[in-house]
């Protein structure tokens, strides 16, 4: 916890290797001081078949499942920096977005909670 999923047009992986896209979203999600360095999880799709308003612009979405307990102003600061940091990898790219969901603790379990 916490999981950091890029979607994007497979066209962005041309214009950055998957590693360094990871790592820019990795370090910003880092730098926040949320979450312990070990436990930031990151991973990309990259989309062959897509549409976006009927076109094939280049986009971006990360989807962020994070652990229930941080506040607005402090997912508001994630998602800001996420999205600065991502924009100023990919100035043309017009479409870059961010939403941040809460997993609940109650519900929430992995293998070594069983």
Partial sequence: MPHFVIDCSK????????????????DTADSSNLFAKGDI?????PFEYYTVGNTQE??????????????IEQKKALS?????ALKKMFPDVPIISINIRDFEKAT??????V
């Fill in 41 to 45: 999880k990151v991973r990309i799709n």
């Fill in 108 to 113: 929430y379990c992995n293998k070594s909670m």
């Fill in 58 to 71: 280049d986009f971006m979405h990360v989807f962020a499942n994070i652990m229930e307990g941080r506040t």
């Fill in 11 to 26: 066209n962005i992986i041309n214009l950055k290797k998957p590693e360094e896209i990871i790592q820019k979203v990795y």
């Fill in 80 to 84: 800001e920096s996420i999205v600065s």
